[in-house]
């Protein structure tokens, strides 16, 4: 054991790296987020955080909930696939509050031009019309309720009060 | 049994570490959304998009996407009978507003919807050198915004063109598939709002999802399949000219 004599320094340089190594280990325990790895080579509290995030939007079913009589007429209709958010806007805030936050009327002169003005880069099949040469001017629910496009079907007039 | 300074010294960091693993692994409060029965992506029916641009409003609207940046936009194609090869494709902002009208001539349109393809195999989570983009177990490609730099390697690396940096925030930013609606049963904006249903939320884990008996019986394929990168962005009857 004699080469051991003067090894004392090599075990205090030891020492010092241990310490230095838990100090390492401490540091990193609280410097990375906990559920840094639970998935993958990321935080997965991320996940939860993006899946937190507030709704716009509060899909049709919530508009069903209470709107059922326009729901139904809708349903009938040549836009039963056209969701109500997708000419009413987003309107989560009113399903979470329907008292104090009310929804205007969208203007049906840019909502009904933007699908149906003719371009013939629409499907062949799509109904779609010379906005000018078809109405001269007069609004599109004069004539067609939004609800229920098709001339004939529900009353145009109905529209306008149904949609509020 | 005694213990001495020194002794205590010596295992106080030691504790402190074993403490730490304790709350690692303390579960955290799970929901009735379980990621591992998914594995989300989209159909997009090229015949049935009419380029509104629904989709690309809802998108901003539902995700407070700043102007003149997009996570979801429409391009126009026009291929003449001439030159298959090169298309003319148009996109004013995004498509967000519709598009000018087009007169009948030679050649033909249609439109093409695009977003992240949240990809199996995704060259942008490859690339993040700090893990702040990551794919999640239920196939969605992801940014960890209080993680990310802004170093931008996942925007040159995604090959669709699908992210970018945001403007205020410095972070790379892009499609989330709805992250925050679809773990709540809702589908994403885009889809909510597409008029036609050209857009559709698909679940290929979902034994019951139309998604199965449509891959079926059409022809469907996704963008840069040469890329291998695992797209889940499906489209059908897409032109060969699409890039």
């Keep these: 054991m004699n080469f051991l004599k003067d090894a004392g320094h090599l075990f205090r ?42 709704l716009k939007f509060a899909g049709h079913q919530a508009c069903e909930q209470c709107h059922s009589d326009i729901a139904d007429t809708h349903a009938k209709g040549k836009h039963a696939h056209v969701n109500c958010e997708a000419c ?16 205007t009327l969208p203007d049906t ?8 003005t003719a371009s013939a880069a629409k499907p062949k099949d799509f109904p779609q019309v010379d906005i000018a040469e078809h109405s001269g001017g007069v609004p599109c629910q004069t004539c067609h309720n939004p609800h229920d496009p098709m001339p004939g079907g529900d009353s145009a007039t109905t529209a306008a009060g149904g949609a509020k | ?17 074993a403490w730490d693993f304790v709350l690692a692994q303390t579960p955290e409060a799970a929901p009735n959304y379980n990621k ?68 009948e001539d030679a050649g033909k349109y249609f ?40 170093c931008a390697y996942c925007v040159q690396a995604c090959p669709y063109g699908c ?10 930013d892009k499609c989330t598939l709805c992250y925050h609606r679809i773990t709540k049963g809702l589908t994403t904006a885009c889809a909510e709002n597409c008029p036609t249903g050209a ?33 889940k962005v499906f489209y059908n009857d897409l032109d060969g000219s699409v890039r």
């Design chain 1, 13 to 54: 340089f030891a020492g010092l790296f241990v310490l230095a190594f838990l100090v390492f280990l401490v540091v990193r325990g609280y410097v990375v987020p906990k559920s840094f790895g639970e998935y993958g080579h990321y935080r997965g509290a991320a996940i939860t955080d993006i899946a937190a995030l507030p």
């Design chain 1, 88 to 103: 009413h806007g987003p309107l989560a805030n009113h399903a979470n509050d329907p008292a104090s936050v009310t929804p």
């Design chain 1, 109 to 116: 002169a840019v909502l009904c031009a933007r699908c149906h």
């Design chain 2, 1 to 17: 049994m005694s213990l001495s300074r020194r002794h205590f010294l010596i295992l106080l960091p030691a504790a402190a570490v």
């Design chain 2, 36 to 103: 591992s029965d998914h594995w989300w992506g989209m159909l997009i029916d090229i015949p049935k998009c009419i380029g509104c641009g629904n989709c690309v409003r809802a998108c901003q609207a539902e995700n407070n996407v700043p102007d003149g940046y997009f996570r979801t936009w429409v391009e126009r194609y026009h291929v003449d009978d001439w030159n298959m090869t090169t298309p003319q494709v148009i996109s004013p902002d995004g498509g967000k507003e519709g598009f000018p009208v087009a007169k």
């Design chain 2, 111 to 150: 439109f093409v919807p695009k977003l992240c393809n949240h990809c199996a195999d995704s060259p942008c989570t490859q690339v993040c050198p700090v893990g702040a983009t990551f794919i999640s177990p239920d196939g969605v490609v992801l940014v960890d915004q209080t993680y990310c730099l802004g």
């Design chain 2, 163 to 172: 992210r970018y940096i945001h403007p205020q925030k410095h972070v790379a």
């Design chain 2, 199 to 231: 857009r559709q939320l698909i679940d290929l884990k979902n034994p019951n999802d139309p998604i199965h008996a449509f891959l079926k019986t059409h022809s469907v394929q996704v963008l840069k399949p040469q890329m291998a990168t695992g797209a």
